[in-house]
């Protein structure tokens, strides 16, 4: 079987995301940072397939260590940050917001 | 006829939230400002959130009286029944006295709006004329659209985009209650825009929407910002669950030996379980169990098991055979297996031994609200499931045993907008997936297919 397919089928199978509340396929967790995979994608997908050795072939270790290599922040954590982020854009352009 | 549920008259509904920060045998840690390392100060979160919350947050006052108006709005669901289920006592075979607390009965069908409505009382009377939140599947943004809606409150929801397309009928709820639901990332913020730039088909994600929720309440003066799980207050308004059940049980005569929910974000498990907690720290003899799923454990391989044992922080997960005998993988953090999304009082009372944590898989669990849904009827929330899972475990140790425990759950919602899971679930999706690991790594190993971000 090629890479391709075997990606493909792959990023079709869907898991229960804790984040969402909802069904998500593979291939949205694997993107779910943007460039790099959701952190909890080792976590959520371990039971079901190989998902360290697959994501470590297609990320490369640079990416692969962006991804899984720090600890996640807590979801206090990120809120606070989220918090003071939003604080400096709406000082650097008051008009933005609603 | 066997009695099936317990009523409380709505005279005899709780008036005062129960807050455990005061009965903690060792205080909470602050959280940090970010920048600074020093705890967060009031004002640092006033942009986002009222004064009013904001001291509850931070409160350590045991009881906290319910404002009339907010009992008003409970009385429409509230209080809720707590069932016996007997109909999974027969199917188990055990005789353990199974009883429940049905949360589902609310009008969105689960337990958020209880810090929904209160949040949007308290943010009223602060002077707040819009809520900003963000959503997955929707579950906590419909709870607050309805909120809103009862106390003449504008709400925004940002809807994470995969869930907005895939969940179209708690999107139909917000909208029908009044709300805004905008698909995220969206062109309303700054964080969005930036999203939509680089990449317009992003599926967004609940940081996303986070971000462009907080973005929207900082950048309007009379908008704030509100979140339907993890922080203190919420946790507190969920206490009127428990505190409940406390008269429920009381009326029967009896007080339960186990007392358990699923902890996702914390706030259903804390809601029926922390006034036991309480009975806990005061001496009853009372096992507290949150379960949660395999695949986000966040407490059974929580920091304070995990880590200790693991100095360099680091832990290399996958087994050396599998790509190979001379090639050493790059560390994995340990913090990377959990999922960080709990509340830290929860956090707090597993470090402080007060409660325990079981994981059960997404089959375990869906196993188990299929039986529940043949025995009892109603078809519970994917969430509620691991509490399930958890019931029957313990009903099935008390056959084992011989005991007639009495087990205390939240049945925290219904899952009648969910049923695309049990659909995946009867279909055989969950399982695990059958292509060996070395023909992955053999037709992974030899492509270069895959660019490198």
Request: contains cysteine; glycine residues 10%.
């Given at each position: 079987m090629e890479a391709h397919d075997i990606m493909a089928r792959i990023d079709a199978l869907e898991t229960r995301c804790p984040k969402l509340g909802h069904e998500v396929p593979f291939g949205y967790c694997r993107r779910e940072a943007g460039a790099l995979p959701c952190p909890r994608a080792l976590a959520c997908w371990s039971h079901r397939f190989s998902v360290e050795l697959v994501l470590r072939t297609i990320l490369g270790p640079v990416a692969f260590e962006a991804a899984f290599g720090a600890e996640p922040k807590s979801r206090v954590q990120n809120l606070m940050e989220a918090i003071e982020a939003a604080k400096a854009r709406c000082a650097s352009a008051p008009q933005d917001g609603s | 006829m066997e009695q099936i549920k317990v009523f409380l008259d709505e005279s005899e509904m709780p008036r005062q939230w129960y807050n455990i920060q005061a009965d903690l045998p060792t205080p909470l840690r602050p959280p940090l400002h970010p920048?600074?390392?020093?705890?967060?100060?009031?004002?640092?979160?006033?942009?986002?959130?009222?004064m009013n919350l904001i001291e509850q947050e931070v409160s350590t006052q045991r009881w906290i009286d319910i404002p009339e108006p907010v009992l008003e709005k409970y009385a429409l669901w509230r209080p809720t029944p707590l069932y016996r289920a007997r109909g999974l006592e027969k199917?188990?075979?055990?005789?353990?006295?199974?009883?429940?607390?049905?949360?589902?009965?609310?009008?969105?069908?689960?337990?958020?709006?209880?810090?929904a409505v209160a949040q949007a009382y308290y943010n009223k009377v602060f002077g707040i004329k819009r809520l900003s939140t963000e959503t997955g599947a929707g579950q906590w943004g419909s709870a607050l659209s309805m909120a809103c809606q009862m106390f003449g409150l504008q709400c925004r929801v940002f809807m994470v985009k995969v869930s907005y397309n895939q969940k179209p009928y708690r999107r139909s709820m917000m909208e029908t209650w009044g709300a805004e639901c905008i698909p995220s990332p969206s062109d309303r913020t700054q964080a969005g825009r930036k999203i939509l730039a680089e990449n317009p088909d992003s599926p967004g994600s609940l940081g996303i929407a986070i971000s462009e929720a907080i973005e929207d309440a900082v950048g309007d003066p009379e908008a704030r910002y509100s979140l339907g799980s993890v922080l203190n207050h919420v946790l507190l308004h969920q206490t009127i669950i428990g505190l409940e059940a406390h008269k429920q049980l009381e009326k029967l005569g009896l007080y339960p030996d186990v007392v358990l929910g699923c902890?996702?974000?914390?706030?259903?498990?804390?809601?029926?379980?922390?006034p036991f907690v309480r009975d806990k720290i005061h001496?009853?003899?009372?096992?507290?169990?949150?379960?949660?799923?395999?695949?986000?454990?966040?407490?059974?391989?929580?920091?304070?098991?995990y880590d200790f044992g693991d100095t360099a922080m680091t832990t290399p997960l996958l087994a050396m055979?599998?790509?190979?005998?001379?090639?050493?993988p790059a560390p994995i953090h340990a913090g990377g297996l959990r999922y960080?999304?709990?509340?830290?009082?929860?956090?707090?009372?597993?470090?402080?031994?007060?409660?325990?944590?079981?994981?059960?898989?997404?089959?375990?669990?869906?196993?188990?609200?299929v039986q529940w849904a043949r025995s009892e009827g109603f078809i519970p929330a994917p969430e509620t499931n691991h509490a399930i899972a958890a019931v029957v475990q313990e009903a099935l140790r008390a056959k084992e045993e011989g005991k007639e425990k009495v087990i205390l759950f939240n049945w925290s919602g219904h899952g009648l907008v969910d049923m695309a899971a049990y659909d995946a679930f009867l279909s055989g999706k969950l399982t695990r997936?059958?292509?060996?690991?070395?023909?992955?790594?053999?037709?992974?190993?030899?492509?270069?297919a895959f660019p490198k971000p």
């Open positions: - | 920048a600074t390392g020093q705890p967060i100060k009031a004002e640092d979160l006033a942009p986002v959130f009222p199917a188990l075979g055990t005789p353990a006295k199974i009883f429940y607390k049905n949360e589902g009965v609310s009008p969105p069908g689960s337990h958020k709006p209880n810090t902890a996702g974000g914390g706030s259903n498990f804390a809601g029926l379980c922390l001496g009853k003899n009372v096992t507290i169990i949150a379960a949660e799923p395999t695949s986000c454990p966040t407490l059974t391989k929580g920091p304070f098991r055979h599998t790509l190979g005998h001379d090639f050493v960080h999304g709990m509340a830290p009082i929860v956090s707090h009372l597993l470090e402080e031994k007060l409660i325990e944590a079981r994981a059960f898989d997404q089959v375990e669990t869906f196993t188990a609200g997936y059958e292509l060996p690991d070395e023909e992955i790594r053999r037709a992974l190993a030899a492509t270069d």
